[in-house]
């Protein structure tokens, strides 16, 4: 069976060992893949997620050392959200205070509370209290309790100046459908995703156009079981909404086409196929640089020029 919602989130970042230890270390994610930006080989792509790396977990990032800030404008992610249990709010509201990670007070959104942050690039994220989530299995860093663990994705929040364009695409190609409305937001939720299974809709419109940086989402990517779902993803596209993707392209641990939806966000769509342990195994995920075959005579030239990350 087809399970839809939010396959991966990839963000810029600055530093790449200032990003590595936010998100290893603070935050507690699994570093699952350490490899290069596959069209500038010379900067990092990290990949962030659960023990599995499992899709609806994994966050990304291409760190740049110098990267200008980016702008929150219409057409990007507003916000990224983690799954947390209830019960680990107080944890996480006391390590942000002794980490010194800018974070707002508690608040309510659809029933749920949410404690919202930033990380040191200003990018926005929130926790949010999920019913259900202490069931879930959480990866055990060594820092963060695994009782406190963040357990993947919960949503993304789209600024937009429109919703039901996007709401359309949502619907009739990922299969999402419209649960409620609360100040202004749309909320769509796609049947039986645990995670990664909500995308909310904002309407903001007279903002000024996003302009990408560091702090800025690049790019959300959608589930497609295989390559056949996500032929069918592109044809539905095309055919309902007049809209263009890009052709396929492998990334090695899926494979991916690209959109701009209406809204100008840019999506991708991204197969479940192969994963992440398809060069090297599951318990050494993320220990050592993995290079596409195409970089990987220059293996000595790259090592060198990225940063060091200890």
């Known amino acids: 069976?087809?399970?839809?919602?939010?396959?991966?989130?990839?963000?810029?970042?600055?530093?790449?060992?200032r990003n590595l230890d936010f998100y290893g270390r603070v935050l507690g994610l699994r570093l699952v893949k350490k490899t290069v930006n596959f069209d500038d080989p010379t900067t990092y792509h990290l990949y962030f997620g659960d023990a599995e790396g499992s899709p609806g977990t994994i966050l990304t990032f291409f760190p740049w050392e110098h990267v200008a800030a980016g702008r929150l404008g219409i057409g990007e992610t507003q916000e990224t959200a983690f799954r947390i249990p209830a019960a680990a709010l107080g944890y996480w509201t006391q390590r942000f205070v002794t980490e010194g990670v800018a974070h707002?007070?508690?608040?309510?959104?659809?029933?749920?509370?949410?404690?919202?942050?930033?990380?040191?690039?200003?990018?926005r994220l929130a926790?949010?209290?999920?019913?259900?989530?202490?069931?879930?299995?959480?990866w055990d860093n060594g820092e963060v309790p695994v009782e406190f663990a963040?357990?993947?994705?919960?949503?993304?929040?789209?600024?937009?100046?429109?919703?039901?364009?996007?709401?359309?695409?949502?619907?009739?190609?990922?299969?999402?459908a419209e649960v409620g409305q609360e100040n202004g937001v749309v909320r769509m939720q796609a049947t039986?995703?645990?995670?990664?299974?909500?995308?909310?809709?904002?309407?903001?419109?007279?903002?000024?156009?996003?302009?990408?940086?560091?702090?800025?989402?690049h790019h959300i990517a959608f589930r497609a079981a295989d390559?056949?779902?996500?032929?069918?993803?592109?044809k539905t596209l095309a055919e309902k909404f007049g809209l263009r993707a890009t052709g396929q392209r492998d990334r090695n641990y899926f494979r991916s086409v690209y959109f701009r939806e209406p809204g100008g966000v840019l999506f991708e769509i991204a197969t479940d196929a192969p994963g992440f342990a398809v060069d090297e195994a599951a318990?050494?995920?993320?220990?050592?640089?993995?290079?596409?075959?195409?970089y990987e005579k220059r293996r000595g030239e790259i090592e060198a020029a990225l940063p060091a990350l200890a």
Not at 1 to 17: D, K, L, W
Not at 130 to 135: F, L, Q
Not at 227 to 234: H, K, P, T
């Open 1 to 17: 069976m087809q399970i839809n919602g939010i396959h991966h989130v990839t963000a810029i970042a600055g530093p790449a060992r």
């Open 104 to 123: 707002d007070a508690p608040e309510q959104r659809f029933g749920e509370t949410v404690l919202a942050f930033r990380d040191p690039d200003g990018m």
């Open 127 to 138: 926790l949010v209290a999920a019913p259900g989530s202490e069931n879930e299995p959480g």
């Open 150 to 176: 963040v357990r993947g994705f919960h949503s993304v929040t789209l600024l937009l100046a429109e919703a039901a364009p996007t709401a359309a695409v949502l619907s009739q190609v990922f299969g999402f």
């Open 192 to 217: 039986g995703a645990v995670h990664g299974g909500i995308v909310d809709l904002r309407a903001a419109s007279g903002f000024l156009p996003a302009r990408l940086g560091g702090g800025s989402v």
């Open 227 to 234: 390559d056949d779902e996500q032929a069918r993803m592109v």
């Open 283 to 294: 318990d050494r995920l993320g220990r050592d640089l993995k290079l596409p075959p195409q």
